[in-house]
């Protein structure tokens, strides 16, 4: 697919275009996260989900594997929820990992927050130079304020939800958790069929709505290890040949993988709840 705006239409309105497949939550941004069989949304996006992120003590900036030079070893820890609502995160060899230890592994100190501050932000490499260069390489790179689309609090890139269907994920030939979806939706078409839910409504199972509001653009991060995962160049270079799109007015044409969604209505989402198009 070219480099054009996308843009749904009505006549399809009523359908039913996939059901949830895996529900994913991030507790800590940047780190591995945890595959869920029910969840509550709010405006929020799943509770629990990027509550809190790592804060990096020199830039005063949120640690992100979008700068892999510094951070790809965030994606060799897990954090899942505790009974008490806490965080709890693993690292490689299965056992607890504190601030301290982050520290040490990173290279670099780190505080765990559960607020976001004013402009918070992340460093995101330039996704070609990392191709072209290397992770380890020096790379130009931007700032990016989070949560441009999200309610205050949380720590998500642009919007509290992300979905992306099983028919993009055979497009790229890569997994599902090179990208962190919170929902996996198993769709029967080919290619990047949720490009042209943009602009729509999704009602998900009995009551739960969304609205579509972008296609998501990739950084490096899909190319990188994830626990045991590979590192794949490929995730990232077959979207940037097949399915460059304009996420945002203004933007250029980025390669995407996904799309971004806001919450109209709350509810619960379930492992085999229909999506339907609104």
Do not use: Q
Request: proline share 8%; charged share 25%.
């Amino acid at each position: 697919m070219g480099g054009g705006r996308v843009t749904g239409g009505g006549a399809d309105r009523g359908r039913t275009v996939g059901t949830v497949e895996r529900l994913w939550r991030y507790p800590v941004k940047g780190l591995l996260g945890e595959e869920l069989d029910r969840a509550e949304v709010t405006g929020r996006g799943l509770a629990g989900d990027r509550e809190r992120a790592l804060l990096d003590l020199a830039t005063g900036r949120v640690a992100s594997a979008k700068l892999p030079r510094l951070w790809a070893g965030l994606l060799g820890y897990t954090a899942r929820t505790t009974a008490d609502g806490g965080v709890a995160v693993t690292g490689p060899d299965g056992r607890g990992a504190d601030e301290r230890e982050l520290s040490a592994a990173l290279g670099r100190e780190v505080a765990l927050i559960g607020e976001r501050p004013p402009g918070a932000a992340v460093e995101r490499a330039v996704p070609e130079e990392v191709l072209a260069r290397g992770i380890a390489a020096e790379t130009a790179f931007t700032v990016n304020e989070l949560g441009r689309a999200a309610p205050d609090g949380g720590f998500f890139d642009f919007a509290p939800l992300h979905l992306v269907t099983t028919s993009t994920l055979r497009a790229v030939g890569s997994e599902a958790e090179r990208y962190r979806p919170n929902l996996v939706v198993r769709t029967e078409g080919e290619g990047y069929v949720e490009n042209a839910w943009v602009g729509r409504e999704l009602t998900v199972g009995p009551g739960l709505r969304l609205r579509i509001l972008a296609p998501t653009p990739r950084c490096a991060v899909p190319t990188l290890r994830h626990g045991p995962l590979p590192r794949r160049p490929e995730a990232l270079r077959v979207p940037a040949e097949r399915n460059r799109l304009v996420p945002l007015e203004g933007m250029p044409a980025l390669p995407c993988v996904g799309v971004y969604a806001r919450v109209l209505v709350p509810g619960a989402v379930r492992a085999g709840d229909r999506l339907v198009l609104g």
